[in-house]
């Protein structure tokens, strides 16, 4: 009799680990997905007209980050406005700053061309996906 009982103790016992491990692994999964995927949780692209404020922010020849919308706007001749997703195609993180031309990515270090979207280097291997935008009444309006 105490060898059927000695089993379903260590079946029990075994259920337990699995389940104690099972919460322990919760809180490490969480932290990681939030320190690689921060901004991960809304759309990489708007899903309504976004007002980004006056269009002669973006310098001509230049580009500018905006970082709660997660949207990068460069300006390569006067007038004329290209808008790409400024959330990381690797895992989601928001870029962070333009360096000549560059669009860094704080979390793996990938980096984009701000005019085109491209990777410049990984590890992202997918482009910034372009969202329309247009100027009214001198401001940009993006998505
Ligand atoms: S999220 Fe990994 S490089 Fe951007």
Redesign the pocket.
């Known amino acids: 009799m105490s060898a059927p009982q000695s089993a379903a103790r260590r079946t029990v016992l075994k259920g337990a680990a699995a389940l104690a491990g099972a919460a322990g692994a919760g809180p490490v999964l969480a932290a990681c997905s939030t320190e690689?995927?921060s901004g991960a949780d809304s759309p990489a692209v708007p899903t309504a007209p976004v007002e980004l404020g006056a269009a002669s922010e973006v310098p001509v020849g230049g580009a500018k980050l905006f970082r709660e919308s997660k949207l990068v706007v460069s300006c390569q001749e006067a007038g004329r406005y290209k808008a790409f997703s400024a959330q990381?195609?690797?895992?989601?993180?928001v870029l962070d700053k333009i360096v000549e031309g560059e669009g860094n990515?704080?979390?793996?270090?990938?980096r984009f061309d701000v005019t085109t979207g491209k990777v410049l280097r990984?590890?992202?291997s997918d482009p910034l996906p372009e969202v329309p935008v247009k100027v009214e009444g001198g401001k940009l309006v993006a998505g």
């Open positions: 690689t995927r990381c195609t690797h895992a989601g993180c990515c704080p979390c793996h270090g990938s990984g590890p992202a």
